[in-house]
């Protein structure tokens, strides 16, 4: 399973959510099925779009937020398991891509190589009780429909190839970003 | 020396008063009778972290919400979190308003404080954040209020600096 097939499958269920990702690959792929104004693209500061999706979902718990992450920004901010589950948004659907690479920097293997670490493991012993472990793309579908659907927090963890897009580049620069994902949170509230 | 019932009180009153209803924070010493009105408080939104860089995507959410929030931290904790000020807030302009307990510095007793208080203001500067330091309980509601003020026009961190003037007494 290649993570571009798990953001295309939930592409369209993501018109209506609050959306971060991390950096590189991720982004891009999520970038190049199509920018939406609900997409916020963290491409540095590894580690923190979880925790900017926990600040998101605690304030705004009428939105279903939804952070891309991936196993190497996963393992610079292992505390935020905890914090998700003390705190404990309902609202907040957090994906994992696994692929056991800092693939974006250079390739190297991550901790979670050869399932030395188990990340659905440390999420569930942080306190989470919804955590789903998915291998195949039928059982992510079937984890992002349950997530989607319960009140959360939900963590999915998903194995996915080493693989990334052949280019990178956004027309969209990153205050931009910051600006416009603001401004459309501030006008859904208005409009609600 | 303990840590003043009063000042921490016009601390917590001063926050309220600029408006802020959302703190993130991880405890510390001359901040645990603050952070206990805070968490008493059944009109603010509370957020511990585990780390202080932790509580910079924290900051950044509650902004992208549009929730006015504030940052608890001790001056090591703002050392821990350099990172994420550096390439989350000030990268996207992401305004960030931190209280930050000034250990290590004038007075300090205890050794393991001494690195990190000597180097604070110096990481300030370097990094551009404006900062003042509060000592007067007098003042310090307003430097609160102007300290988030000046975070949300220029879309960039400041730091208020608690001092021991402000955050200790000798009974």
Request: hydrophobic residues 45%; negative net charge.
């Amino acid at each position: 399973m290649e993570r571009r097939q798990c953001i295309e499958l939930i592409y369209d269920e993501l018109e209506e959510k609050v959306v971060v990702t991390i950096m590189g690959a991720c982004a891009q792929e999520l970038y190049d099925l199509g920018h939406r104004e609900n997409f916020f693209y963290l491409q540095h500061a590894m580690g923190l779009a979880s925790s900017i999706g926990i600040g998101i979902a605690l304030h705004r718990p009428e939105e279903k937020v939804v952070v891309l992450d991936g196993d190497g920004s996963v393992l610079m901010n292992l505390g935020t398991f905890a914090t998700m589950a003390r705190y404990a948004p309902t609202n907040l659907v957090h994906v994992v891509f696994d692929n056991g690479s800092l693939l974006s920097t250079g390739g190297f293997d991550s901790h979670t190589t050869s399932g030395i670490t188990d990340l659905a493991g440390i999420a569930r012993a942080s306190g989470i009780e919804h955590v789903a472990d998915a291998d195949d793309l039928m059982t992510f579908g079937e984890a992002m429909v349950e997530a989607f659907e319960r009140e959360g927090p939900s963590v999915v963890v998903a194995r996915v190839k080493a693989v990334g897009p052949d280019n990178y580049g956004m027309d969209l620069h990153l205050p931009e970003n910051a600006f416009r994902f603001a401004r459309h949170l501030s006008d859904r509230r208005s409009n609600r | 020396m303990t840590v003043s019932y009063e000042n921490s009180k016009i601390v917590f009153e001063g926050i309220r008063a600029a408006g802020i209803s959302s703190v993130s924070a991880l405890p510390e010493t001359w901040l645990g009778l603050l952070l206990q009105r805070i968490e008493s408080d059944p009109d603010m939104t509370l957020v511990q972290v585990t780390k202080e860089e932790e509580a910079v995507g924290i900051a950044a959410g509650a902004y992208f919400a549009g929730e006015p929030h504030l940052m608890l931290m001790q001056n090591h904790g703002f050392l821990a979190a350099i990172n994420g000020i550096v390439s989350l807030a000030q990268l996207y302009h992401v305004p960030l308003c931190m209280l930050i307990a000034l250990r290590g510095h004038w007075g300090e007793p205890y050794p393991w404080h001494t690195r990190g208080g000597i180097v604070t203001e110096d990481v300030l500067r370097a990094l551009d954040i404006p900062f003042e330091y509060a000592r007067d309980p007098a003042r310090v509601a307003q430097q609160i209020r102007e300290g988030y003020t000046l975070s949300r026009s220029s879309l960039w961190p400041t730091a208020l600096l608690l001092t021991r003037d402000l955050m200790e007494e000798y009974p």
